[in-house]
């Protein structure tokens, strides 16, 4: 498996890569990367139940829809975002969540994986997770709250899901919907002061010494020209992002 330092924050760009290496890339891959402020929601969730859109508005934040499944997150530069890319017939997703809390126990900090694969410390949320499966391959991806703006967080995920907003009961049923769960950062829990680029370096040197990684690759011409042909046709745009249910 390779790791890939992502450096892009457009939320368009990133959420694209993830799908071009998951459809077209041909090895198995680690990618570690951050968005700009976005709200990035599940594939098959109403956009209007999960996010403030005069918030949204008003402070210029991206919204963007996944190709995984699950609840809506938002992301800015105190979250870090991983992505295992991996080939198998045998998906097993639970070793990622295991392999980010031995991780998290490294840098002092006891994170818990709860239900839903996401991560816990004294019972408030730190990490959320969603997974899919594509023709062999299974892909893992979760967030990190490291040091967050947590009252942007809450107020850009507040979500209408009254009968007011015209969906009726059986429409809201259909959605996946957010579960919400108190959040709070990881630096509230580390021993010791320890800026992201080092916790960053952190978790890449956590992976070689497992072995779970073995070199590092960096997006060639071609990658970077699909990426952003997928960014400009998909992930940029209204049809994908706002309707109420994504297209297949």
Known sequence: MVSILNDSTDAYFNLAAEEYLLRSFGQDVFMLWQNE??????KH???WAEINPAFIQERD?????RFSGGGAVYHDLGNLNFTFIESSRNADFDK????MVDLLAEV???AEADSRRGLTVQGLKISGSAQCIHRGKCMYHATLLYKTNLQMLASALQGDLSD????GVERRAAYVHSVRSPVTNITHYLPSALQLQDFKNIIISFLLKKKIVEGEYQFSPYDLQAI????EEKYA??????QATAPK
Request: hydrophobic share 40%; aromatic share 12%; no cysteine.
């Open 45 to 47: 969730q109403n956009v």
């Open 228 to 231: 952003n042909q997928l960014k």
């Open 108 to 110: 002092g900090v006891p």
């Open 164 to 167: 007011s907003a015209g969906w």
């Open 61 to 65: 934040i991206k919204v963007v829809r």
């Open 237 to 242: 745009t209204t049809q994908w992002n706002f």
């Open 37 to 42: 402020p976005s709200v990035v929601i599940g």
């Open 96 to 99: 990622y969540t295991s392999l």
